[in-house]
Structures are given as C-alpha cells and as structure tokens.
C-alpha cells in the first residue's frame, strides 16, 4: 500500500506564503506524476500543479502560474508545492496525489494514491 501525508497547511494573511510538503511512503510504485489539487467549500475540486517524476517537467493551472512552484526530493520521497502571494480565493483544502502513468495530469480521476488533505486558510 502507498500512503500521501500532506503537511505545512495553515493560516496566513493575503500576500504571504506556504510551503506545502507530501511524503510518500509504503510499497514502492512507479510513480509518474504526483500533483496537487484543492477544493474551496462549495466548489469542485481542481488541479493545481503536477510534476513528472521522472523528467522534473512542471504543469500548472493558470490561476496559480507565477505564484506557486511545485518540486520534488526524490531521496525524501517528498513533494513540495511552495505558495506566494496568497490571495482569500487560494483558501481550500489541498490535497497530494500520485499516479503511474502520465496521462492528462489535471484529471483527478486518473490519479490513484490521495492523501488526507492540509487545510490552507488565506485571510484578507
């Protein structure tokens, strides 16, 4: 089995930043795309950014572009999505995901391993 736990969630006033983390461990899987989503009370849930593993390339929904930067440390296992200049509309709980194949990287369908979620609350 495959376990996402995301931490590095919190409370912060517009304009400042987060850095989230999502730690992966159990079984060894070839992951190919890890991603973040998130989803605002109401609202469906959406992408947010993915990287390919393998190849570091970087995919981002334009809301985010230019303030949000994903990474990874493959010797942590560990993916980070790091936030700037947080604006109320960011505020949701974002959650980690993996996947094995490429595939279209902002379908949440096709991703397999989720993790819990971290709450990121922006106020104004």
């Known amino acids: 089995q495959v376990q996402l736990v995301e931490s590095g969630g919190g409370l912060v006033q517009a304009g400042g930043s987060l850095r989230l983390a999502c730690a992966a461990s159990?079984?060894?899987?070839?992951?190919?795309?890890m991603a973040w989503f998130r989803q605002a009370p109401g609202k469906e849930r959406e992408f947010v950014a993915a990287i390919s593993w393998r190849t570091t390339r970087t995919y981002y929904a334009e809301s985010v572009k230019g303030r949000f930067t994903i990474s990874r440390a493959s010797a942590k296992n560990t993916m980070y999505l790091q936030m700037s200049s947080l604006k109320p509309e960011d505020t949701a709980v974002y959650s980690c995901a993996a996947k094995n194949v490429m595939g279209v990287v902002t379908r949440s369908r096709e991703y397999d391993y989720w993790g819990q979620g971290a709450q990121v609350t922006v106020s104004s």
């Open positions: 159990g079984r060894t899987f070839s992951r190919e795309t």
